[in-house]
């Protein structure tokens, strides 16, 4: 259950970030070092700062154009947002291929089959975040197991 929780966050980010595009990453411009960040956008990057300065330009531009957006976005969005860049980054590099090859495939899909994909996906996670109810209480158990001496048990003697 977790694990299906957290692959769907994974590719829920993998899709935000890609659907943010990368700004500057063909124009050969190099994006900042973490260190040349602004406050507010390391505070935004914070779950990926000890990997920010090793990522691929093109990476570091999504994100930053990620950070554009996080204004705007609701305390909710924001959240989730965090908590997504963390996952993703505590992927290894293997499971994130394996994200990015799934969401290609998904990009292949007729936009029928894509939108039908969409809904099942979100009839799993509301069910994922639907509590289940409490196990029925054990007093009813109890109460209907017979004392020892009725079900011919003996009873133990005390010390």
Partial sequence: MVIRSTRRRIVALF???LSFGALAADSGAK???WHELTLAQRQILAPVATKWNGMTDRQRFKL???TRQYPLMTPEQR???QSQLKDWHELTPE???QARQRYQQF???PPEKRQEVKQKWQEKKIQS??????????SETV???PPATEAGIAPTPSK
């Fill in 143 to 145: 109460a209907s197991v």
């Fill in 95 to 97: 499971k994130r291929e």
């Fill in 31 to 33: 994006p900042p070092q």
């Fill in 15 to 17: 899709l935000v970030l």
């Fill in 64 to 66: 930053l154009d990620m």
């Fill in 79 to 81: 959240q989730k947002v």
């Fill in 107 to 109: 990009k292949q899909l």
């Fill in 129 to 138: 975040e639907t509590p289940t109810p409490p196990p029925e209480s054990s």
